[in-house]
T-cell receptor
Framework: GNSVTQMEGPVTLSEEAFLTINCTYT??????LFWYVQYPGEGLQLLLK?????DKGSNKGFEATYRKETTSFHLEKGSVQVSDSAVYFC???????????FGTGTKLQVIP | EAQVTQNPRYLITVTGKKLTVTCSQN?????MSWYRQDPGLGLRQIYY???????DKGDVPEGYKVSRKEKRNFPLILESPSPNQTSLYFC???????????????FGPGTRLTVL
């Protein structure tokens, strides 16, 4: 079945450091890909998305590029802030256009 | 304000005592879903609904029931809760594909359930 694999956390970075969180997905079909963010005590919210190969999703300084050849959708940010501390989930769409499969989440902690 | 609401936000109960967690969305979304979030396991889908009176099992449906009598509401029912159902539960809804929101989901704030 469909699956998403993302790097385990927690990831601890100093403020203004460069962030990469790796994500790979199973290649069945042509899924939409997503990054969701969960701030402490809150539900998940969509951070960015890409719907086809070579698309780049971006939001709040975060970026991810849909790489079909490597089945990857790595999340990057050039300079993280303390306010970016959260859990980040990679996800892929599936059949029936509504089914979504989530990765296990990566906790990011940014220290001043 | 467009949102997904869940109630209660926190619940402590005992084994075997039936409970219902409500979920409501005001965005006229057809698709709704329930997930549970557990450490190291991420989000796992329990049940989903494509429309009124249309529901189907997700990846971990055992011990849960759902109903979809109205478009806006999608309650999660635990007929006889057990300690292994202690978890953080999220309801989500998704817009129609014609709106360009393919697979994008809107989440409620979560319900933390403890079964003793």
């Amino acid at each position: 079945g469909n699956s998403v694999t993302q790097m385990e956390g927690p990831v601890t970075l100093s403020e203004e450091a460069f962030l990469t969180i790796n994500c790979t997905y199973t290649a069945t079909g042509y899924p939409s890909l997503f990054w969701y963010v969960q701030y402490p005590g809150e539900g998940l919210q969509l951070l960015l998305k890409a719907t086809k190969a070579d698309d780049k999703g971006s939001n709040k300084g975060f970026e991810a590029t849909y790489r079909k050849e490597t089945t990857s959708f790595h999340l990057e940010k050039g300079s993280v802030q303390v306010s970016d501390s959260a859990v980040y989930f990679c996800a892929r769409g599936g059949r029936g256009y509504q089914k979504v499969t989530f990765g296990t989440g990566t906790k990011l902690q940014v220290i001043p | 304000e467009a949102q997904v609401t869940q109630n209660p936000r926190y619940l402590i109960t005992v084994t075997g005592k039936k409970l219902t967690v409500t979920c409501s969305q005001n965005m006229n979304h057809e698709y709704m879903s329930w997930y549970r979030q557990d450490p190291g396991l991420g989000l796992r889908q329990i049940y989903y609904s494509m429309n009124v009176e249309v529901t189907d099992k997700g990846d971990v449906p055992e011990g849960y029931k759902v109903s979809r009598k109205e478009k806006r509401n999608f309650p999660l029912i635990l007929e006889s809760p057990s300690p292994n159902q202690t978890s953080l539960y999220f309801c989500a809804s998704s817009p129609p594909t014609s709106g360009g929101g393919r697979n994008e989901q809107f989440f409620g704030p979560g319900t933390r359930l403890t079964v003793l």
